[in-house]
């Protein structure tokens, strides 16, 4: 079955301490992303990769670290977590930059 | 600035009856845009998409207008069924200039039995 799966589905952490939330898609998809979910503010992207070893700014990447090594994984990084990056995340990934995307189930991430 | 707008955060309709959710964008350059549904607890999924060289472009009972002189695109809904009710996104890309997708904040429906 065809997905992006994003793990894990739910993490509740403490200021300044560093987290990895995991993306793999299955479609051998060259594009993938990173989009934070906020009430009123839609999906706004946080990093984007169009290929292995190429990763590119969104509009909000303050904060976040991503690394694209193999094609299937897209690890988004937050090095030292805040509470203004509590949100709802999700991975999507797609055939190339401007094709339909396919998310994943989403993160929901607290940091206390 | 939102570059694309959803201005009803949320609308309520009536089984069997037709919904509109609306869908206004400020760049020109846009031409190309998708509509997403999203269930709670599950990641966005495409509904139906459009470009700039259609006004209209229909999937079953899903149908979207796109008038680009207003900047504005509609997703029309019919009949609505109770399965229907989820968050709706617009999206829209300059795909031509190699553009990534922006979101707009998302429309909540409901539709009532």
């Known amino acids: 079955e065809a997905q992006v799966t994003q793990n894990p589905r739910y993490l509740i952490t403490v200021t300044g301490k560093k987290l990895t939330v995991t993306c793999s898609q299955n479609?051998?998809?060259?594009?993938m992303s990173w989009y934070r979910q906020d009430p009123g503010l839609g999906l706004r992207q946080i990093y984007y990769?169009?290929?292995?070893?190429?990763?590119d700014k969104g509009d909000v990447p303050e904060g976040y670290k991503v690394s694209r090594k193999e094609k299937r994984n897209f690890p988004l990084i937050l090095e030292s977590p805040s509470p203004n990056q509590t949100s709802l995340y999700f991975c999507a990934s797609s055939l190339s930059q401007g094709n339909i995307q396919y998310f994943g189930a989403g993160t929901r991430l607290s940091v206390l | 600035d939102q570059q694309v707008k959803q201005n009803s955060p949320s609308l309520s309709v009536q089984e069997g009856r037709i919904s509109i959710l609306n869908c206004d964008y400020t760049n020109s350059m846009f031409d190309y845009f998708l509509w997403y549904k999203k269930y709670p607890a599950e990641g966005p999924t495409f509904l139906i998409s459009i470009s700039s060289i259609k006004d209209k472009n229909e999937d079953g009972r899903f149908t979207v207008f796109l008038n680009k002189s207003a900047k504005h695109l509609s997703l029309h809904i019919v009949p609505s069924q109770p399965g229907d009710s989820a968050v709706y996104f617009c999206?829209?890309?300059?795909?031509?200039?190699?553009?990534?997708?922006?979101f707009g904040p998302g429309t909540r429906l409901s539709v009532l039995p």
């Open positions: 990769s169009m290929n292995v070893e190429v990763t």
């Open positions: 479609m051998n998809h060259e594009y």
């Open positions: 999206a829209a890309s300059a795909g031509s200039y190699g553009q990534n997708f922006v």
